[in-house]
């Protein structure tokens, strides 16, 4: 009869965290990052706490900072864009197209079967066309630039209110978990450290190559400042990347007559930043971060946590570079714990 009221119990559990899992889940994204981004801040927290001698207090400076650093760009970002957007001359687009349908493309020998269609198609260049395909994606823009100001809010809440009750939660945790507590202390040690790692060599790589972009930006008289910040963030989108920057400023010097400054542009943007930056300083700025100021002995190398940040955004979107690092952390840990088991 015991046996029976525990499996019966054990089934209702099961249906119930299903129960919650489908009415929490518009949060679930919100709520994981949130706690993620918790425990990578978690020792500055504490020490917030410790100095303030109060949990409020400790997490509302938190809180604060965390808030600075996403908002603060975002909205002088946004209130930039939209005065341009409202100053915005045509003329700039009309010169982009005629310059490129005034150039005379010759493709290699094996495609010249496609030379008449890729004629007709540089021909169709002009401002309609391109109105036409540029207003869905940037409707879309606009509404993902809304859902991610609402997920930014919501993130930020959550994020004061776990760091809030991070204690308690650790021992909620540690209590109905079916681990001995020293090996659960192991899993999330490690998943801090990884995280310790992740959030700050982001932060510190995307500040370091806006700071690269907007010198340039500055010295072809652009708004530095606003081109820095810009390419901070699309420096994070898988692939494409900073291109997303370069490629126009590049385009519009070219179809201005500055053809030297426009190759200049777009190959201090692929080699300097893109090339260098990516694949060399990137992953000495993780190992360099993690030996000097946390000094943690992760069981998962620089080069995998790059990879697995990598990985994140290309499945994830904009917020995989904290979910494939944690899931890839907490997948090694696990296993490391099944296998003494």
């Known amino acids: 009869m015991q046996r029976q009221g525990k499996n019966f119990l054990t089934l209702m559990i099961i249906l119930l965290a299903i129960l919650v899992v489908y009415l929490y889940k518009p949060f679930l994204m919100t709520i994981v990052i949130a706690v993620l981004l ?49 100053n915005f001359d045509i003329s700039y687009i009309e010169k982009i197209s005629r310059y490129l349908v005034g150039l005379h493309y010759k493709l290699p020998s094996f495609l010249s079967y496609f030379q008449n269609s890729f004629d007709r198609y540089i021909m169709d260049i002009n401002v309609g066309n391109i109105s036409k395909i540029v207003l869905p994606y940037a409707t879309k823009f606009a509404q993902m630039s809304a859902g991610f100001l609402k997920d930014m809010f919501l993130i930020v809440v959550f994020y004061f209110f776990i760091n809030f009750y991070a204690e308690d939660l650790i021992k909620y945790l540690k209590g109905i978990l079916p681990v001995d507590e020293a090996e659960i202390n192991k899993i999330f040690s490690q998943i801090t450290d990884v995280m310790n790692v992740v959030y700050y060599s982001i932060l510190v790589t995307a500040i370091f190559e806006g700071f690269l972009f907007s010198l340039i930006g500055m010295a072809y008289g652009y708004n530095g400042l606003l081109l820095g910040i810009l390419y901070g963030f699309s420096s994070l989108i898988p692939i494409v990347g900073g291109a997303i920057m370069w490629l126009p400023i590049s385009l519009y010097e070219l179809s201005i007559g500055h ?26 700025i993780i ?41 890839t952390t907490l997948f090694m840990s696990v296993l490391s714990v099944y296998k003494k088991n």
Do not use: C, R
């Open 38 to 86: 918790s425990v990578a801040t978690y020792g500055v927290t504490k020490k917030f706490i410790k100095i303030t001698k109060s949990k409020m207090v400790g997490s509302l400076i938190s809180t604060i900072i965390m808030s600075i650093l996403f908002f603060i760009p975002i909205i002088y970002t946004t209130t930039s864009l939209v005065q341009y957007g409202n």
């Open 259 to 284: 053809t030297k400054e426009a190759i200049f542009f777009a190959a201090y943007s692929i080699i300097v930043i893109s090339i260098v930056t990516d694949t060399f300083i990137k992953p000495v």
């Open 287 to 327: 190992k360099y971060i993690n030996e000097k100021f946390f000094k943690t002995e992760t069981m998962i190398n620089e080069l995998l946590i790059f990879l697995s940040i990598i990985a994140g955004l290309s499945t994830f979107g904009f917020w995989g570079m904290v979910l494939g690092p944690a899931i």
